[in-house]
């Protein structure tokens, strides 16, 4: 059974990785939803894609750069002027207790240090997974192969997931040799032959970001453990005519 994540939570119709975008996702009928994390100037771990807020937020800078405090006060309704003052950037501890109320929702955690290496972001993300006790609902995914060979030296328990974008060379043995338990591929990298070879090697395929109707349906079709959707109402529409 292909499982639906939600993209920054319901991205294409809501403000991603806002707690707004979380709870419509799983409304919608998601498994699970994926989200972004960086590191405030204060050392928090907080939930947005970008290095800077001014893209999703009303704010500017570098997230290294501001204060928990002051990214808490800024408006994160991005494109949605409907949600403007009720959206704002939640850290990672808010959205791991709000998981901790819905049953089964698996948690795809992005540490987002390709770019800044933000120090002991792996420790401080698996610290908060530990204290709400969700090591078996949370996959931690980077474009960091590094960074997740180090978050399996700190916990063996949480399953990690090797985020590309091009066509890898057997990517299962990749994963197998540092420890990943998922690939999750551009979907244009995850052709029919890679999603069962990976998975008869028990390694789980989750591509991301698919939105098309055409390529949801194949990728159901191709049994993939999981697709990453920015729209997961429209996914679970689909995946009930696919059964």
């Not at 089964?104 to 955690?109: G, K, R, T, Y």
């Not at 700190?154 to 399953?159: F, H, P, R």
């Not at 090797?162 to 690939?183: E, F, H, Q, T």
């Not at 939105?211 to 349906?217: K, L, Q, R, Y």
Request: aromatic share 8%; charged share 25%.
């Amino acid at each position: 059974m292909t499982l639906i994540i939600g993209h920054r939570g319901s991205a294409g119709s809501f403000p991603e990785n806002t707690m707004i975008s979380f709870k419509a996702a799983m409304d919608a009928g998601a498994d699970g939803i994926e989200l972004d994390v960086q590191m405030t100037k204060d050392g928090e771990i907080v939930v947005i894609h970008d290095e800077k807020v001014d893209r999703t937020t009303n704010g500017t800078g570098f997230v290294k750069d501001l204060t928990l405090t002051e990214i808490s006060r800024l408006d994160a309704s991005y494109t949605f002027p409907e949600y403007k003052g009720s959206a704002n950037v939640p850290t990672l501890k808010e959205v791991l207790e709000w998981a901790t109320t819905r049953d089964s929702c698996i948690v795809n955690v992005e540490l987002k240090n390709g770019i800044i290496d933000y120090p002991n972001i792996e420790e401080k993300t698996i610290e908060l997974i530990n204290h709400f006790n969700l090591q078996k609902r949370v996959i931690i995914s980077s474009f960091n192969h590094y960074s997740l060979v180090k978050c399996k030296e700190i916990s063996s328990d949480i399953e990690t997931a090797i985020l590309y974008m091009v066509g890898l060379y057997k990517p299962w043995n990749y994963a197998i040799s540092i420890g990943a338990k998922g690939l999750h591929p551009h979907y244009y990298a995850a052709n029919p032959k890679i999603i069962l070879e990976s998975q008869q090697c028990g390694i789980d395929v989750r591509p991301f970001t698919v939105n098309e109707i055409d390529t949801i349906n194949s990728l159901f079709k191709n049994k993939c453990s999981a697709i990453i959707t920015d729209f997961p109402e429209l996914a679970a529409q689909l995946k009930k005519h696919n059964e």
